[in-house]
Every structure is written in structure tokens, then in C-alpha cells.
């Protein structure tokens, strides 16, 4: 399978910890996207990278995240100081070229006790 | 407002509807049109993408677009048991990577 992958698909964390996630894109695509996904709500943007670099940010994104393409391959995306808000799913996609179409991950769902 | 507007549903049709699904948009500066179809528990897949106004065809589904009322649509002929999944549109301006979507709408096709 080529397509994104993510990891872990499920996580269950304590208030007040922190998590880390993972997302591999398709291979060669140099663009990566985050979103965040609540119940019964459609994909938020968090966040994009093109290669290493992180181009755009949204406001969602509070002080408390963080993400990260170190390589230009895969990213990290970490929460600190965990909020039962932040219960959601974590959805990544990538894209490359021509019309740049976001394919999306499995997501990793976080569910914050 | 919000910039997308999707009717939530649900929408419940018999195996062999025609299904009509909508979306409307309030900022003009959105040019590139998607729709994506997201199975309970798993990420959205992308079903079709269009970026001019008129309709775009593949397979069972037809895109269209009507940029001068800012509405577009999903139709889904013959529709089968396995097209029961939410309904995602999506949208870009350009220049912008971010894409925005509506809330979903959630279709049952029953057998």
C-alpha cells in the first residue's frame, strides 16, 4: 500500500500529557497538510508543508502544537499539555504537482480523558 | 455565515436513486472544487476535483459547478449499498493550500 499512512490510529492520553503523532505522505509527494476533524464536523486546516519548510498556519494551531517535517519525508505532530478539546481525529494528506489533490490519511484518533 | 454550507442530513434513498448532494459558498475567491467520500472511522477519499464551472463526469458520479450562484453539486446515478458513506465538499482559493470544508453529508443507500 502507497498510500499516507498514520501512527498510532488510535490514542488514549490523560489531561495535561503530551502526544505525538506521526504521518508518512505518498512517496515523492513534497507536500504535507494537517487537519483536524471533530464529530459531525467537516476537516479543519492546522497546518501545511512544502519539503522541510512550514509555509502556512492556522489559528487553530495554538502554542500548545507543534509540527514538524525535519527531511522533507515524514512529520510530527505533537500536542503538550493535552485539553479534553482536543479530542478529534488527526487527519494528514499530501499532495504533488499538477492540480496539488490532497489524499488523505486514516487519520489517528485522540481521545483525551 | 459560514464560508461552506452542506446540508448535514441524513439522507436515506433505495438502492438505484439518483442522489443529489449540494454545497454553497460564500468567498468568491474560491476556484478549485472537491468532493470526497469518508467512510465512518476512516480519512476522506477524493472523488472528484474541478476547478471550472460545468458539470465533470466519471463513472456514476458528475461534478457541477455553477460559479456565478456559487453552488455545486455531487450527483450519484444507480447508487449501491457501498456509496453509504459521508459526503465531503471541499474548496481552494488560489494560491492557498488550505482547503475548506463543509460539514458532511451523511447518505444511506438502503438494498
Known amino acids: 500500500d502507497t498510500g499516507v499512512s498514520q501512527d498510532p490510529r488510535h490514542k488514549i492520553t490523560k489531561r495535561g500529557q503530551n502526544v505525538t503523532f506521526r504521518c508518512d505522505p505518498i512517496?515523492?509527494?513534497?507536500?504535507l497538510y494537517w487537519y483536524r476533524q471533530t464529530l459531525g464536523q467537516g476537516p479543519e486546516f492546522l497546518t501545511y508543508?512544502?519539503?522541510?519548510?512550514?509555509?502556512?498556519k492556522s489559528r487553530l494551531l495554538s502554542d500548545r502544537f507543534s509540527a514538524e517535517r525535519p527531511k522533507g519525508s515524514f512529520s510530527t505532530l505533537e500536542i503538550q499539555r493535552t485539553e479534553q478539546g482536543d479530542s478529534a481525529m488527526y487527519l494528514c494528506?499530501?499532495?504533488?504537482?499538477?492540480?496539488?489533490?490532497?489524499?488523505f490519511g486514516p487519520g489517528t484518533r485522540l481521545t483525551v480523558t | 455565515q459560514k464560508e461552506v454550507e452542506q446540508d448535514p442530513g441524513p439522507l436515506s434513498v433505495p438502492e438505484g436513486a439518483i442522489v443529489s448532494l449540494n454545497c454553497t459558498y460564500s468567498?468568491?475567491?474560491?476556484?478549485?472544487f472537491m468532493w470526497y467520500r469518508q467512510y465512518s472511522r476512516k480519512g476522506p477519499e477524493l472523488l472528484m476535483y474541478?476547478?471550472?464551472?460545468g458539470n465533470k463526469e466519471d463513472g456514476r458520479f458528475t461534478a457541477q459547478v455553477d460559479k456565478s450562484s456559487k453552488y455545486i453539486s455531487l450527483f450519484i446515478r444507480d447508487s449501491q449499498p457501498s456509496d453509504s458513506a459521508t459526503y465531503l465538499c471541499?474548496?481552494?482559493?488560489?494560491?492557498?493550500?488550505?482547503?475548506?470544508f463543509g460539514k458532511g453529508t451523511k447518505l444511506t443507500v438502503n438494498p
Open positions: 512517496s515523492e509527494h513534497n507536500r
Open positions: 471541499a474548496m481552494r482559493q488560489g494560491g492557498s493550500e488550505k482547503l475548506v
Open positions: 468567498n468568491s475567491a474560491f476556484q478549485y
Open positions: 508543508f512544502q519539503n522541510e519548510a512550514q509555509l502556512e
Open positions: 474541478t476547478y471550472s464551472s
Open positions: 494528506a499530501s499532495s504533488s504537482g499538477g492540480l496539488w489533490e490532497q489524499y
